[in-house]
């Protein structure tokens, strides 16, 4: 579903807030609800047209992850992931809720299934995610997916975790292999 704002330049900094606001209110659970809420802040963050104003600009060939937020009390972290042309994660899961938006360019996210106990990984399912859309799952759904940009521009997309990031270096908790 492709995010529309028909919301005025003041109005899109107090809908971040709001959504944010929310966030921090739901995230000691990490269920639907909060991952819901999550995907209100992304939307909310695509429709700002000059969300990465402030960053230093990404370099054209390298993948950068750079933090835009993060929760007071450490429960949650929102991070601006920039994509050249090519770029791919392994397959992975996470130990935490995740949701993403593509903020600029497209997305391709391949989801997987994993057995119990295995490494092996099958493909059950491909998108490919434009700007304003949003993606990811709570915890609770145990999604197994890899993402990358097949375009020849630079994509970025804004990407928000539910964990410590003083506990944890990064959301992957585990690697996959595809299996063939």
């Known amino acids: 579903m492709a995010a ?3 919301a005025t330049p003041a109005a899109a900094p107090l ?3 709001d959504a944010v606001r929310s966030l921090v209110d739901l995230s000691d659970g990490l269920g639907d609800a909060w991952f819901a809420v999550a995907q209100r802040t992304l ?3 695509v429709a700002e047209p000059d969300l990465l104003q402030a960053l230093p600009p990404a370099e054209p060939d390298r993948f950068a992850r750079r933090l835009l937020y993060t929760d007071p009390v450490s429960r949650f972290g ?3 992931l920039s994509w050249p042309t090519g770029c791919r994660t392994p397959i992975h ?5 995740c949701a993403f938006a593509v903020y600029r360019g497209s997305i391709e996210e391949v ?3 994993v057995n119990p106990g295995s490494d092996a990984a099958v493909e059950t399912g491909r ?3 434009r700007a304003g859309e949003v993606g990811g799952a709570p915890l609770e759904r145990g999604i197994v997916h890899a993402m990358g940009n097949r375009d020849a521009e630079m994509a970025v997309s804004i990407h928000l975790y539910a964990y410590r990031p003083d506990r944890h270096p990064d959301s992957i908790d585990r690697c996959f292999v595809p299996r063939s």
């Open 4 to 6: 529309t704002s028909a």
């Open 15 to 17: 809908a971040r807030v």
């Open 43 to 45: 939307r909310a963050l």
């Open 78 to 80: 929102i991070w601006a």
């Open 93 to 97: 899961n996470h130990h935490c809720a």
């Open 111 to 113: 989801v997987y299934a």
């Open 127 to 129: 998108a490919l995610r």
